[in-house]
């Protein structure tokens, strides 16, 4: 029998995220919205955007666990824009819904992790597989709360791509790009102009490939898990 639980899917601005994460769990309120891939007037506009989303999931009243999703940046040079990455207590659950998915250390970060050799050098430190700057952040709220906690991150970048000055300009703290900071960075060195489009298209099949998986959750893949509410962040 189908019983409500709730999906936050939110991102980019990791200052509110912690808060965010606390008062949802501390609200025990069951909170109704569409499912995946759909949006309601309650939703923010975009999930890529890094504003919160609130969707629908099934199982039990209550947050029971905290999947962290969206994009990271790769440390292990196999990995490509676009591959899935799951880590954490959730990961054998997870690969049956993603059997595609590699399974390893993702590492969170405070601050971008933009060259090559900043890249390489945390690889060499820790063995991740992958980098972002929220999954840390919500694996200490869930293991402040004694919850279950699984990483589910997307390639953009790989561990041989340094990020362009113009990508970490114009990066706001809510996930959006700042036009003009951009347009301004490329006018001061244009040389990046290849870099900040590959870098464009390679975030774009990351995307592609995080909605597939959300697909893949919301056909029946979260409902047949044993614990009902998630908190995700993207």
Do not use: W, Y
């Not at 759909?38 to 905290?66: C, D, L, N, Y």
């Not at 998915?101 to 690889?123: C, H, M, N, P, W």
């Not at 063995?127 to 990483?151: K, Q, T």
């Amino acid at each position: 029998m189908a019983r409500n639980g709730t999906v936050v899917i939110g991102g980019g601005d990791a200052a509110r995220l912690e808060a965010e994460l606390e008062a949802l769990i501390a609200s025990g309120k069951e909170l109704r919205f569409p499912p995946f891939g759909q949006r309601s007037e309650q939703s923010s506009p975009s999930t890529s955007s890094g504003k919160r989303v609130h969707m629908q999931a099934m199982g039990i009243h209550g947050v029971q666990a905290i999947l962290s999703s969206g994009i990271a940046g790769a440390v292990d040079h196999t990995l490509k824009a676009g591959d899935v990455v799951i880590d954490g207590d959730l990961v054998e659950v997870l690969r049956k819904i993603l059997p595609g998915a590699r399974v390893g250390r993702v590492i969170g970060s405070d601050a971008i992790v933009a060259t090559v050799a900043a890249k390489q050098a945390l690889f060499q430190k820790t063995g991740a597989l992958a980098v972002d700057m929220e999954s840390h952040i919500a694996a200490r709220v869930a293991a402040r709360h004694g919850l279950p906690f699984a990483a589910l991150r997307v390639i953009s970048d790989t561990a041989t791509e340094a990020l362009p000055p113009a990508a970490l300009i114009g990066m706001q703290p809510d996930g959006e790009m700042a036009l003009g900071a951009v347009l301004a960075s490329l006018v001061r060195n244009p040389a990046q102009l290849p870099a900040l489009i590959r870098t464009g298209v390679s975030a774009g099949r990351a995307f592609r490939s995080l909605e597939r998986c959300h697909d893949v959750l919301g056909r029946g893949g979260i409902g047949e898990l044993d614990f009902g509410e998630f908190a995700l962040d993207v």
